[in-house]
């Protein structure tokens, strides 16, 4: 009798993919990111310019009314994201357990999202401060609720470690991309108001953007709701929080890669001139994706540059490169803007095309902190489970978000502070106004040498962080063994 030589196909390497799921995720990725990409990226400048612009208040006392804003709402979000995920993790139905999170958190979060750029016109500042502060609490919680499973589907979506890093490298650059689409709604809607009415209405582009990113970001989300499956099985066990939350907070790797967020914070303070910048240097806010555009391709670039990377390198050694490298393009930026001073990237087409070419350069650091830590979370799950024996995927995805929401209202405040100490002068009759040229060149600082200083603190707590090459594969391989697979 003729031997059968066929060798079957470990579960760890076998594939579980629909072809058609790594294209739904993916664009409902696109669609939160350009949702929470245009809130994060204008709301700043619409509460400051345009909410109490015309209130009357002193500058600095609305800068610090919208920082103290931005930090409460942070923090009561983070609070929130625990309990939310520690929900998710006990929620069994016939569509798993976070599909439905993300169907009915969809309507409140595109309601509460257009809502946040409608300033009531009541002359009463102090209605409006309520407004803005219980809508954007509003905003921050359903948020949660959208966006912690629908980040946790890279978890659950195969227990197969490649064909799951490589479903989130894929997911992450639409992720990356769609964070550039608000910027492109507002350039159409202004682009039409301009053709129509001979000027910018600025007010009235910021709400009309807003509905539209609202409304194509839900429908987008929703993708992943009727199409994207979650194929590993529920653990059993039964655990209250408190118990829950040691599992997540005692696993050293995930802990580092948590503490990255807090250590890291004062990165994304650019976000906070970068509207500012353009409005100054390019000539209007429109032009905003002019100025972020070269930094979202070398944030996908740099996505596909990682992917590749990851099967050759481990993701703390690609984690700990790419923070010396930002830190090495910021530094750059910072020198040659130094140089020429503000006036001279205004003045000179060739700086500029230099200062643009060296946002694209400063982009490339992106892809690492938008993919790498998706795929070190997953890892950790997985390490988490066969210590333990308990899958808690939406609660680690929270426990990171804790520390992630913590430090964005560092961040969002750091940076509304800092145009506070720019001298910044608000909007009056919702138009932007002229600054000075001390004004203009602290805000290229805030855009340069703070967030350097940061992405080298982000790197330091990965230099602790192991689950990588043989100890990662030993953990895949005796999981399956252990509870095998959840098949569609």
């Known amino acids: 009798m003729e031997k059968n030589t066929a060798v079957q196909q470990p579960a760890a390497m076998k594939k579980y993919l629909r072809k058609s799921e790594p294209i739904t995720y993916a664009l409902s990725l696109f669609g939160l990111a350009m949702l929470t990409g245009w809130v994060q990226g204008y709301s700043k400048t619409f509460f400051i310019d345009f909410a109490l612009g015309d209130s009357g208040l002193p500058t600095p006392a609305i800068t610090a009314i919208v920082a103290a804003l931005f930090f409460v709402a942070r923090i009561i979000s983070a609070v929130c994201d625990i309990g939310i995920g520690y929900r998710i993790d006990r929620t069994h139905t016939k569509w798993g357990k976070l599909r439905p999170w993300i169907l009915y958190s969809s309507v409140p979060l595109f309601l509460s999202t257009i809502l ?12 409006t401060i309520i407004w803005i502060y219980a809508l954007y609490i509003v905003y921050t919680i359903v948020g949660s609720g959208v966006e912690n499973p629908l980040n946790c589907f890279g978890a659950v979506s195969t227990p197969n470690p490649d064909e799951r890093g490589s479903f989130l490298s894929f997911a992450s650059i639409a992720k990356a991309v769609g964070q550039q689409g608000g910027m492109v709604a507002l350039l159409i809607v202004g682009i039409i108001f301009k053709a129509k009415y001979g000027h ?15 409304f194509l970001g839900i429908v987008l989300v929703l993708l992943a709701f009727f199409n994207n499956r979650e194929r590993v099985p529920y653990t059993s066990e039964k655990t209250n929080i408190v118990e829950s939350l040691k599992v997540v907070f005692t696993n050293k790797n995930l802990l580092m890669v ?14 906070a001139v970068s509207v500012y910048i353009a409005v100054y240097l390019l000539g209007s806010k429109d032009m905003n994706l002019g100025l ?12 596909l540059i990682v992917n590749f990377l990851l099967k050759r390198m481990s993701t703390k050694k690609i ?28 003045e000179n087409p060739v700086y500029l095309v230099i200062f643009l070419c060296l946002n694209f350069l400063i982009g490339l650091q992106h892809g690492n902190t938008n993919l790498t830590p998706n795929i070190m979370i997953a890892d950790c799950i997985d390490e988490i489970e066969l210590k333990t024996g308990k899958r808690v995927d939406a609660l680690c995805y929270s426990g990171v978000s804790l520390f992630a929401k913590i430090a964005a209202a560092l961040t969002d405040s750091f940076g509304v502070l800092l145009i506070g100490w720019t001298g910044y002068i608000a909007a009056t009759g919702g138009t932007y106004g002229p600054q000075s040229d001390a ?3 602290k805000f290229l600082i805030i855009y340069t040498i703070i967030p350097a200083v940061f992405v080298i603190f982000q790197g330091m707590p990965i230099l602790f962080y192991d689950l990588v090459g043989e100890k990662k594969k030993r953990i895949t391989e005796q999981l399956i063994a252990k509870r095998g697979v959840k098949e569609d």
């Open 258 to 271: 948590a503490i990255t967020k807090l250590t890291g914070f004062g990165r994304g303070v650019y976000s």
């Open 439 to 441: 004004t203009l060149n």
């Open 200 to 214: 910018h209405i600025d007010k009235q582009e910021y709400t009309i953007s807003a509905i539209i990113c609202a």
């Open 292 to 303: 972020m555009l070269p930094m979202g391709i070398g944030t996908a670039v740099s996505m």
């Open 116 to 127: 946040l750029f409608v300033a009531p016109r009541t002359g009463n500042v102090m209605f």
């Open 319 to 346: 984690y700990i490169s790419f923070c010396l490298y930002g830190a090495s393009a910021l530094t750059l930026l910072f020198i040659f803007t130094q140089i020429v001073g503000f006036n001279g990237l205004k």
